[in-house]
């Protein structure tokens, strides 16, 4: 089967553009991850979906910040207007239902605000 | 807030040294997972332990989840080159419905293992 497939692998654009991040999750998949990663910070959860639906979006930094998912095979992560403050590598992730259920990460999208 | 705490957070040692890695917390969880990053890839499982005091053995690699579960170690016994990566610990509660799945990340440990 085919992994969690995140677009673009890399981005960089300047302040104030609009930047959209794509992610495919793993067929038969339910829960969908958005995810932050920095040297400073970690892995910080921003927002999760579970059968399409937000669950949790309180990782979110501000309104800058939105997601969606239209359907079961289909996300995106939109930052508008872009800050340089917000460059960072953005994982996406899926896995099923049931405890103790692994979380299959993307490869990620390293995003650059210049 | 952090609510996984890893030590160390840097780790470099010579090929064929034995290492701990450890991941606390101040919290109960109901399960905790391994994970392992290299540079450019996203996270992979190692493993996860779901009972308290249980010990997983993976080649080289041991796993303990703390009796109390809120605590974790990861030993490598003999390390070699290939070990080298970020290594994250990750814990769940369980509440039942959608709370299932969602993982709290501690900071990572950075392991460079030298030939």
């Known amino acids: 089967d085919a992994g969690v497939i995140q677009s673009p692998r890399h981005e960089v654009t300047e302040m104030g553009q609009e930047v959209t991040l794509r992610c495919k999750p793993i067929?038969?998949?339910?829960?969908l991850f958005w995810y932050r990663q920095t040297m400073m910070r970690g892995l910080e959860l921003l927002i999760y979906?579970?059968?399409?639906?937000?669950?949790?979006d309180s990782g979110m930094p501000e309104d800058r910040f939105s997601a969606k998912m239209p359907n079961a095979s289909f996300s995106t992560l939109k930052i508008q207007p872009s800050e340089p403050r917000d460059s960072a590598v953005y994982f996406c992730?899926?896995?099923?239902?049931?405890?103790?259920?692994?979380?299959?990460f993307g490869d990620g999208t390293r995003l650059s605000i210049l | 807030t952090q609510l996984l705490e890893q030590s160390p957070q840097f780790l470099s040692i010579q090929e064929g040294e034995n290492l701990t890695v450890y991941c606390n917390s101040s919290?109960?969880?109901?399960?905790l997972q391994w994970y392992r990053q290299e540079p450019g890839e996203g996270p992979v499982l190692l493993v996860t332990v779901v009972t308290g005091g249980e010990v997983k053995k993976l080649k080289r690699l041991t796993f303990q989840f703390g009796d109390a579960r809120k605590d974790s170690s990861l030993h490598i016994t003999a390390a070699q080159p290939g070990d080298t990566g970020l290594y994250l610990c990750a814990g769940a509660r369980y509440a039942g419905g959608t709370s299932y799945g969602k993982l709290t990340f501690g900071q990572g440990t950075i392991l460079t293992v030298h030939p």
């Open positions: 919290s109960v969880f109901s399960s």
């Open positions: 979906f579970n059968n399409n639906v937000p669950i949790d």
């Open positions: 992730a899926s896995s099923r239902t049931g405890a103790y259920q692994p979380q299959h």
């Open positions: 067929s038969g998949h339910d829960y």
